[in-house]
């Protein structure tokens, strides 16, 4: 078993104690965060709901400490009356009432109890759950607003992970808080009062001394306890983030044939998960034990004294009763103080870690004083444009250039040439350094991103779809349109065909990120749902890459019948789809090297005419193969197995 160490140890001094249990910055942050919602400005139904929940609490503890004096006034009656002299008992109950009724009143007692308590959860259960779903809410929306630089830098399995547990966190901290640690403050001042009207200081004392040692031997094991708890937490957040990433790879894990490599990488993550695990329930069981011998030993001293005081006169045989009755139900508030403290530690943690992506500011925001972005024609313009990544590394320097209203321009040039940054900085997930970007002359940068992004649609060279049926994802493009125009920009993409051959149509389920469809499947459902959009801005990133060369040509009409009158920019990799553009722009670097027709850059024998001739030659040499290969298996000297190529079916 792990030993704490020294930092945990040096903890157990009673200063470092009560200095640990004071709220330090970083939970007064959480229970600050955390009040709008526990306390609802704008739901005064939930703040009457509150106020109800703990009026119920206070009543609970009322009856709750009742319990002892009906047991006392049974046993004292039941003494009485065995030993034939009901006059000796020291209270006057027994004048009115009998035995049997105090044990009668007592179980109506513990009913009340039960009930108050249920109907206080119940209730407080709104205020409860109204907290969870609200700041739940409003992290997943804040996660939305930040940066697609903070979400390529994250692991989107943790990061969910981190919504999760902060999700269960605020739920624990609330219940925790307000439905378990003040009813148990409660209910020790109660026992203490009641020792100080039936016994004298020493039951007092004793109860402080063992409540004292309980809460500083469960915060030392708590201390102790949750660095392992941060290890297995840690690891279960890693394997959990493995597990994603490998299930959402999973034809290329097929590719590879690294089922073995992807359950061993997952496994280490589980051995440390495993480890840690163990390690907790083993430090648990410390803690129970220890709990259980501190109360155990303020019990048998608070009976030992009972007994003595009954022995000698002072008390009667019920008081002796009453003081184990009143230990017992000290115990249940005690025994959850552990829990508690165990809960609220890693709820904050949890919070705590949640609270710190909401406290991340977005790196594009809107000015105060943006505007809607009023499009009339929709001409695009690069002014001497700078961009980097990072510091170090430049990747565009010093771009201008214009697409006018209604044209196309496509965009080319090597790997890494910036090419499809261009997109990114026009759909502003990104601010440039240098330079401005604008549309009919508005800065990008003083209007709304909403309006900016609802004034473009873009087809993207990696589609990723939504779990969902095609007929959603389509209809992503524009939520409120109908049925026969979702049809009808599918017609329009050339997928409508292929669409109604399926079983279930267009209620077909496309499974995670699209992967029961073909790439060319998934890029025409793109394709119709920046159709049903029908923006005036069009960007085509890679649009046909995955598609074959007949689906290319098909598609490719689409493009240019949506395209037609619409400003289009297009990011290009294949040279063939972008002949007919109305200007090219090459980049180098991040620098405007050339720009032209396609003929016009034919003619210059430069950068682009290179990049042509170089993909035509792979283009001659794959027909080529294909046509050696073909003639081969029809000559039987290759089987139709072998006959498979990269790029060719």
């Not at 209270?91 to 049997?100: D, G, K, M, Q, Y």
């Not at 943006?370 to 590394?393: C, N």
């Not at 009808?488 to 109604?500: C, W």
Request: aromatic share 8%; charged share 25%.
């Amino acid at each position: 078993m792990q030993r704490p160490t020294n930092d945990v140890s040096s903890a157990s001094s009673s200063g470092r104690f009560w200095d640990k249990l004071r709220p330090d910055a970083a939970r007064m942050r959480v229970l600050r965060g955390l009040y709008p919602f526990v306390w609802p400005g704008d739901r005064p139904d939930l703040q009457r709901t509150v106020m109800l929940s703990l009026g119920l609490m206070f009543a609970a503890k009322i009856v709750t400490v009742l319990m002892p004096y009906t047991f006392k006034w049974a046993t004292d009656g039941l003494v009485a009356i065995a030993s034939g002299n009901p006059g000796t008992a020291s209270t006057t109950f027994w004048l009115i009432a009998s035995p049997l009724a105090a044990t009668l009143m007592y179980g109506l007692v513990r009913i009340a109890m039960t009930v108050l308590m249920q109907v206080r959860e119940g209730l407080f259960a709104k205020v409860a759950m109204h907290a969870v779903r609200k700041m739940a809410l409003g992290a997943f929306e804040h996660m939305h607003r930040l940066s697609l630089r903070f979400h390529l830098e994250r692991k989107t399995g943790g990061l969910t992970r981190v919504l999760e547990r902060g999700r269960d966190g605020i739920e624990q901290l609330t219940r925790m808080t307000l439905m378990t640690f003040l009813p148990t403050v409660v209910e020790l001042i109660l026992v203490l009062a009641i020792c100080a009207i039936e016994f004298d200081w020493r039951y007092i004392a004793t109860i402080v001394i063992m409540v004292v040692l309980y809460l500083w031997f469960t915060f030392w094991a708590t201390e102790w306890r949750m660095a392992i708890r941060k290890t297995m937490n840690e690891s279960d957040t890693e394997a959990n983030t493995k597990a994603v990433d490998s299930l959402l790879n999973y034809e290329t894990v097929k590719y590879f044939g690294a089922e073995k490599r992807e359950a061993q990488r997952y496994d280490k993550s589980l051995i440390v998960y495993e480890r840690a695990s163990i390690n907790t329930y083993m430090s648990l069981a410390v803690l129970n034990t220890g709990q259980g011998i501190i109360f155990t030993a303020g019990l048998t001293t608070c009976l030992a004294m009972s007994a003595i005081d009954v022995m000698a006169g002072k008390n009667t045989i019920g008081h002796f009763a009453m003081v184990n009755l009143l230990f017992l139900q000290l115990f249940i508030p005690l025994n959850f103080m552990g829990t508690m403290y165990r809960e609220i530690k890693q709820s904050l943690l949890d919070i705590e870690r949640m609270m710190d992506i909401l406290e991340q500011n977005p790196e594009i925001a809107d000015k105060p004083d943006s505007t809607p972005l009023k499009v009339a024609g929709g001409t695009i313009r690069f002014e001497d444009v700078s961009f980097r990544y990072e510091a170090e590394r430049p990747i565009l320097q010093g771009l201008t250039f214009e697409v006018p209203a209604g044209k196309m321009v496509a965009v080319v040039g090597p790997s890494g040439a910036g090419k499809s940054t261009i997109s990114r900085i026009l759909m502003r997930f990104y601010d440039i350094s240098g330079g401005r970007v604008t549309i009919d002359g508005q800065d990008i940068r003083d209007v709304t991103q909403q309006s900016l992004r609802s004034n473009m649609g873009v087809v993207p060279q990696d589609t990723v779809l939504f779990n969902d049926n095609i007929r959603y994802n389509i209809q992503y493009g524009r939520h409120d349109a109908t049925d026969q125009e979702v049809e009808e920009a599918a017609r329009m993409a050339q997928i409508d065909g292929f669409i109604k051959l399926l079983p279930e149509g267009y209620e077909t389920m496309v499974g995670e990120r699209g992967l029961k469809l073909s790439g060319g499947e998934k890029q025409r459902v793109a394709i119709a749902r920046t159709i049903l959009k029908a923006p005036p801005i069009l960007i085509l990133d890679e649009a046909t890459s995955a598609l074959d060369s007949h689906t290319e040509k098909e598609i490719q009409d689409a493009l240019d019948r949506v395209s037609k009158d619409r400003t289009t920019l297009v990011i290009a990799h294949r040279l063939s789809t972008i002949v007919h553009a109305d200007n090219i722009l090459v980049l180098e670097l991040g620098k405007l090297v050339e720009q032209g027709t396609h003929a016009e850059l034919m003619a210059k024998d430069g950068l682009y005419a290179s990049l042509w001739n170089r993909q035509r030659e792979a283009e001659k040499a794959r027909e080529e193969l294909a046509r050696t290969l073909e003639e081969a298996e029809k000559a039987g000297a290759l089987r139709p197995a072998d006959a498979r190529v990269p790029g060719l079916t």
